[in-house]
């Protein structure tokens, strides 16, 4: 008897020994994302024309042209009259939305610059209109939205 009583309770004390460690859903939710580098994407946005592009950096880089080569194309539609030189850089934060819209966070215009080019914000952001379709940048096969900063360069003779 002495030897089942000790048996039976080797047996109990011994379930738990092989009870699985069981994880918390909310803690491996944590852990994952405290895993994913949040400062960049898999793929970055991009327009109809650099789809076709299979590296990661030519897809920026192309986006990033053509972007620059639409801002640049709109201003040059726009007679702008200064009465002193201006060699300026325009610094532009954008946001690009999960669902592919572009809007203007913050511009950084020198003081003298704004002072001879008032409008300026507005004809950058009317260029925007009419930008082709922008696809949203991508983290982990979900479109997610993100903020870069654009240089400008405003150089008048």
């Not at 909310?26 to 895993?35: D, H, N, P």
């Not at 949040?38 to 789809?51: G, H, L, Q, R």
């Not at 939305?97 to 080019?117: D, F, N, R, V, W």
């Not at 008032?118 to 479109?143: C, E, H």
Request: charged share 20%; net charge negative.
């Amino acid at each position: 008897m002495k030897y089942l009583s000790l048996l039976l309770v080797a047996l109990l004390m011994s379930c738990s020994y092989f009870e699985k460690n069981k994880l918390d859903t909310q803690t491996l939710v944590e852990e994952e994302l405290q895993s994913i580098n949040w400062s960049d994407v898999d793929v970055y946005p991009s327009f109809p024309n650099c789809e076709e592009l299979s590296s990661s950096t030519d897809k920026k880089n192309c986006f990033q042209n053509t972007l620059i080569n639409h801002i640049n194309k709109n201003l040059s539609q726009h007679v702008l009259v200064v009465s002193e030189t201006i060699n300026d850089t325009v610094l532009l934060t954008l946001n690009c939305s999960s669902t592919g819209q572009l809007s203007i966070e913050h511009t950084q215009i020198k003081p003298e610059t704004k002072a001879q080019l008032p409008t300026l914000d507005s004809i950058i952001l009317s260029g925007f209109d009419s930008l082709p379709k922008l696809y949203p940048a991508i983290k982990r096969s979900q479109p997610v939205a993100t903020q870069f900063t654009l240089p400008i360069v405003i150089k008048t003779d």
